[in-house]
């Protein structure tokens, strides 16, 4: 059983992400890690692993929904990545390190290099006969492009055997990795083990058990402290033909509110997903799900039921189309929530000239998407959207419509 131990007694991460002595700590780590001679070194002399370095310059592609969502060429978020990587203990460790920083204004070298904007990560995994393993940590500012003002350190095992195959795992991550006095900080701990059986011919059966924690801190005057934990149990069988592939999922959780007397929630869920090939241009993905969820001390009943539908056409390398649409409806039995949302998304792709690295693309992207209260009408709202894009070489023209 884990006990979430209070706040004030929590282990917290060791330094302050946003320093500048945790960056260099980081990388002269990962450089010493990766650039010392193999412990195990040859007759001839001692062996050096090969290591390998990748720089790159990304602009974050961007696909919003609403038209006042798209933000200039100018003001696309850029990300500046180094990564290194090499072998290490003859082969049976591989070291990676990566430090990034996204860049807030390409006009300006303003905010160019701020804590806010890093992101640092690395990782170390190896493989020693039928057992795998690796331990990760990542951390990213407020500013950062992809999944911002988080931190998350985790540790896996997996061991296989025959058909069958182990997986333990233990995760935590936090926010406001910044320590802002002005926010509090949750911290999530999740441990989960997992068995999966593949049996020749038979699919993929596992089963899953997790208990996930949370606990705030940093609180600061006049807000309110979170404390609750999740256990859960979840079963799943996959099957896939030739042509085809479909997966039914079953979950049950049990929430505690630690800080709620008798605050307790179990949550009943289903999915069932799958996708179907039609010769070799037409793909069709579809998806229901279903999930029950009652709180003990009030007996209030909340279900949700949703359907989603992919579909991918593409007759040859010049023409690709895709649109997906989404239906939900969640509803209580104190009738205090009956809300309903319709979604889809549909983009045409036609391809003019591909020769070596040089790519022409003209997409027409368009949009709809219905949201309806019945318990509140004046929150109902209705969007529209379309976009013309021109693309070539990884730079875009766009032009709007509605």
Not at 81 to 91: E, M, N
Not at 322 to 336: I, Q
Not at 364 to 379: H, I, Y
Request: glycine content about 8%.
């Amino acid at each position: 059983m884990l006990h979430v131990p209070p706040a004030s007694r929590r282990i917290q991460p060791c330094s302050r992400p946003g320093s500048a002595g945790e960056t260099f700590l980081v990388i002269w780590l990962t450089l010493c890690a990766l650039m010392v001679p193999g412990e195990f070194a040859e007759t001839e002399g001692l062996e050096v692993p090969q290591v390998t370095l990748k720089a790159a310059y990304l602009a974050q592609p961007t696909q919003p929904l609403r038209l006042k969502d798209l933000l200039p060429e100018s003001e696309r978020p850029r990300t500046l990545s180094i990564v290194s990587s090499a072998p290490l203990l003859a082969g049976r460790l591989t070291g990676e390190g990566e430090l990034a920083y996204s860049a807030p204004d390409i006009s300006s070298v303003e905010g160019k290099g701020a804590a806010t904007h890093r992101m640092i990560r690395y990782v170390l995994n190896g493989k020693e006969g039928p057992l795998r393993y690796a331990v990760s940590y990542r951390s990213a500012g407020k500013a950062f492009t992809a999944a911002p003002d988080q931190a998350v350190r985790e540790a896996w095992g997996e061991w296989q055997r025959g058909v069958a195959r182990m997986k333990a795992s233990l995760t935590e991550s936090w926010n406001n990795v910044e320590r802002d006095l002005r926010q509090a900080r949750l911290t999530h701990l999740q441990e989960r083990l997992a068995l999966v059986v593949t049996p020749p011919a038979w699919g993929e059966a596992s089963l899953a058990f997790s208990r996930s924690s949370a606990a705030s801190s940093y609180v600061p005057p006049g807000s309110a402290a979170q404390r609750w934990r999740i256990d859960s149990v979840e079963g799943a069988y996959a099957y896939a033909g030739s042509n085809w592939f479909a997966r039914w999922a079953s979950s049950y959780s049990l929430t505690s509110g630690q800080l709620r007397p008798n605050g307790v929630t179990t949550a009943l869920a289903h999915t069932l997903s799958g996708s179907y090939k039609f010769g070799s241009a037409l793909t069709l993905a579809p998806t229901l799900s279903l999930r029950e969820e009652r709180q003990r001390w009030s007996g209030i009943l909340t279900d949700t039921s949703a359907a989603a539908l992919a579909l991918t056409y593409a007759p040859s390398q010049h023409y690709h189309f895709s649109t997906a649409g989404s239906y939900s409806r969640t509803h209580s039995s104190d009738h205090l929530l009956n809300l309903s949302t319709f979604t889809i998304q549909s983009t045409l792709t036609r391809t003019f000239q591909e020769s070596g690295s040089l790519r022409t693309n003209l997409l027409l992207e368009a949009g709809f998407k219905e949201t309806d209260d019945a318990v509140n009408p004046a929150r109902s709202t209705q969007e529209v959207s379309g976009l013309l894009r021109l693309q070539v070489e990884g730079f875009s023209l766009s032009t709007l419509g509605s």
